[in-house]
């Protein structure tokens, strides 16, 4: 993960800086990805004179991109919505597949001198905050030598997402230890896995699992996913001719820019939409699939849920890729529940039998809070569950400290963009009146609370002891979309009476 610790580091004491020679910088952003690239562009252009660097566990900058290397790994949003506001996307396909976003990210990092800024193989380990300094104390071991520094800064910027880069999860599989032939995660896809002319077993039914199907089926013998639980699926174009055509005709930036528009406006109407009539929702997305699948097909077997549309996040097909493989006969789907795996492949509730030479574990991501980075304030360890989010990017009782954490249901870079524009008035505010300090803190201790993200998905309700809480009431009710984000972040007023200055 970027900028989290290995387990042995976790138990380790995190040294305070001795003294004031040490390097110290006024943004420390932790993680060079999607988040931190963008926060690190905002600082470069909007707070010339701040001193900031990007500390970047791994030896490669693009996060989830760098890290993902399946077959067919793509964006499940639209890259109008998915990329930066400030940079357009200028590619035909606006559901784009992995290596294009990677060299979108890359692209932005040369375009605004960021590479100078990053720093490689340097994972943070542990950051502690100092009231009577009015800074962050962070150490950070450097890969491959162990060696630790130390670092203190102003503010603490947490781009790290929210989940482990050096594990995904798997839940206990009955017997997959008997099994034969190779058993991979897509989190670590082997470079030298050939699986031409093979039969491949995916286990999973989320945004992986579909996205691998199809591509898998290109040169497989056959692909099976098998799934638990159906989850909604619908196609979309991977080409958006509105948004191309907006940006011939009025060129890169106003037309990426107004496509951007439209694409937000259309993903708010399509979830509110399932939310408020999800009877109807659940209609059309079947008869949508319906048309997209072989005449007789079970489709209320397989692509019917139980949970209405958006209680979990929707799976966008492009072009309807997994429909034409099941339809071409080329993969297939099985809903049943898994008794054991065999030599050859698993045995299923049913009592039917699955024969396979390659299993995928599709099988979900391992959550954590903030990097995994051991937080203290003032000598205080700080525990993330027993935190509030103040407007979705602050922590209660913890000061000089955002984090970033994308939308559920809308893309993830439209709330990095909000973010970073909030971040940048607040700290302009401090400036103009001579603040070092920023901490939220509910006035209401007994305020009811629920979970950060509040979604059915298994990966989040697996980890919701771990992660932040949110309030029942503004600032710490979680905006549930980008419009009341936009107005909350972007437009609304920075200071607030729960958020407290001092110099």
């Not at 954490?405 to 607040?426: M, Q």
Request: proline share 9%; net charge positive; charged share 25%.
């Amino acid at each position: 993960m970027e900028g989290s610790p290995s387990p042995s580091a976790r138990s380790r004491p995190v040294p305070a800086a001795a003294h004031d020679d040490v390097e110290h910088l006024d943004v420390l952003v932790v993680g060079a990805g999607i988040s931190g690239i963008g926060a690190g562009r905002h600082l470069a252009v909007e707070h010339p004179g701040r001193s900031f660097a990007i500390l970047e566990a791994r030896d490669g900058c693009g996060g989830t991109w760098d890290l993902f290397r399946y077959p067919g790994v793509r964006s499940d949003s639209d890259l109008y919505t998915f990329g930066y506001a400030f940079k357009p996307w200028r590619r035909e396909e606006s559901i784009a597949r992995g290596p294009q976003i990677l060299a979108y990210l890359r692209e932005t990092v040369r375009e605004h001198g960021l590479e100078r800024r990053i720093r490689y193989r340097q994972r943070v380990v542990g950051a502690s905050w100092s009231t009577a300094r009015a800074r962050w104390t962070v150490v950070v071991e450097h890969a491959g030598t162990g060696e630790r520094t130390t670092l203190t800064c102003g503010w603490l910027f947490c781009a790290a997402g929210y989940f482990r880069y050096d594990r995904g999860h798997t839940p206990p599989l009955p017997g997959l230890e008997r099994f034969a032939g190779p058993v991979v995660h897509p989190q670590h896809w082997p470079a030298d896995l050939d699986h031409a002319d093979r039969r491949v077993l995916v286990v999973g039914s989320g945004a992986t699992a579909v996205t691998l199907l199809p591509a898998l089926a290109e040169r497989a013998a056959h692909v099976t996913m098998l799934q638990r639980t159906p989850t909604y699926v619908m196609p979309v174009s991977r080409r958006d001719r509105p948004a191309v055509l907006l940006r011939r005709l009025l060129g890169d930036r106003r037309g990426h820019a107004l496509a951007r528009r439209r694409n937000i406006a259309r993903q708010q109407a399509v979830w509110a939409f399932c939310r408020r009539h999800p009877r109807a929702a659940r209609r059309i997305i079947r008869w949508v699939n319906a048309r997209r699948l072989p005449p007789g097909y079970p489709v209320d077997e397989h692509f019917r849920p139980p949970y209405d549309p958006w209680d979990q996040r929707l799976c966008a097909v492009p072009d309807g890729d997994l429909f034409t493989a099941i339809r071409d006969g080329r993969a297939s789907v099985v809903t049943d529940r898994i008794e054991r795996f065999t030599e050859h492949g698993v045995r299923l509730a049913s009592g039917r039998e699955l024969t396979a030479d390659v299993v995928v574990t599709a099988t979900g991501l391992e959550v954590q809070a903030l990097g995994g980075i051991p937080l203290r304030v003032d000598g205080v360890p700080v525990r993330p569950a027993e935190t509030v989010a103040y407007k979705g990017v602050m922590l209660s009782g913890v000061p000089n400290l955002v984090f970033a954490i994308g939308y559920p249901h809308a893309s993830w870079t439209l709330k990095v963009d909000l973010l970073c524009t909030y971040f940048g008035r607040l700290l302009a505010h401090m400036d103009r009146h001579g603040h070092r300090i920023c901490r939220p803190e509910p006035a209401d201790p007994a305020m009811p609370v629920r979970p950060l993200l509040d979604v059915a998905a298994g990966y989040l309700r697996r980890a919701a002891h771990l992660l932040p809480r949110q309030g029942d009431r503004p600032p710490w009710r979680t905006p549930s979309g980008y419009r009341e984000d936009a107005r909350l972040l972007g437009t609304g007023p920075v200071t607030d009476p729960e958020l407290h200055f001092a110099p």
